[in-house]
């Protein structure tokens, strides 16, 4: 479920909170670069307010810029912490949603088959996303931010570009080439870890038997807490194992991106 197909469930759960989550992704996007040009003021007024002194017009507005860039630097600050909550309400009402849906999923045929099924059981993992730690629900708001953030340094090349076009031109197209080869390997890496959503399955299978009262007497009568908890080392280590490799594969093209900058 990507951000785009998970943003008609957040709309239709809340249309104030979908309106907040754009307003935040506007703000995320602008706000960067207006921090960089406030301060770009600023730098530019000192000579003069230092030749003129503080009390002449070159002074007043360094003043009036510094208060300027205080005050969208304080912005900047808050932003984060707003998207967090935003995140948050949006992740309470998708997965309340998408629970009754699956619930309804589930529960329609006649038959019980379909809840042996090991597929089967694959996919409403990776659709309630409590395996892996990636949420549905979470969607929405991180695509907003990755729209805005690639706004952003859309409008940070525009501004370079105003003064030395070349070099902004430049940076737009190396920016642009290393967000490629980054989110291709993050894709890779989210790939290979959903391919071992049954591994991860088994690994939670054990440790439910080792922690829940249902199961809880058996274990202990029988000495199995060693076992399980051996099981579930091996079953969890396999299934991160291709994520781990696919991270590596990351840090490697991180790094080469760094290097060619």
């Known amino acids: 479920l990507s951000g785009r197909q998970a943003w008609p469930l957040l709309w239709g759960s809340s249309k104030p909170l979908s309106a907040g989550v754009i307003a935040w992704a506007a703000l995320s996007a602008v706000v960067p670069p207006l921090v960089v040009t406030a301060l770009g003021f600023v730098v530019g007024g000192i000579p003069g307010a230092v030749r003129d002194g503080m009390a002449s017009p070159a002074g007043h507005r360094l003043i009036g810029a510094l208060i300027v860039a205080a005050l969208i630097y ?17 992740r309470q009402r998708i997965t309340g949603g998408l629970q009754a849906r699956l619930l309804n999923a589930v529960t329609a045929p006649p038959g019980i088959a379909h809840l042996e099924d ?67 390997s993050v894709i890779r890496q989210a790939t290979d870890l959903r391919g071992r959503t049954t591994a991860m399955r088994r690994a939670w299978y054990f440790t439910g038997v080792g922690s829940k009262a249902r ?47």
């Open 74 to 90: 304080g912005l900047s600050l808050v932003l984060d912490p707003i998207g967090n909550a935003l995140g948050t309400a949006a």
């Open 118 to 184: 090991a597929q089967t059981l694959d996919r409403l993992a990776r659709a309630e996303g409590t395996l892996t730690g990636y949420f549905p629900g979470d969607a929405p708001v991180t695509w907003a931010g990755a729209v805005a953030g690639r706004v952003s340094g859309i409008i940070g090349c525009a501004v370079i570009a105003a003064y030395v076009w070349w070099l902004g031109l430049l940076l737009l197209v190396m920016w642009l080439a290393v967000r490629r080869v980054l989110l291709t």
């Open 215 to 261: 199961d809880g007497k058996e274990v202990r009568v029988f000495g199995l807490a060693r076992f399980l908890a051996n099981k579930f080392a091996t079953e969890y280590t396999e299934a991160i194992r291709g994520g781990h490799v696919g991270l590596r594969g990351v840090h490697r093209r991180a790094a080469a991106c760094f290097a060619v900058v």
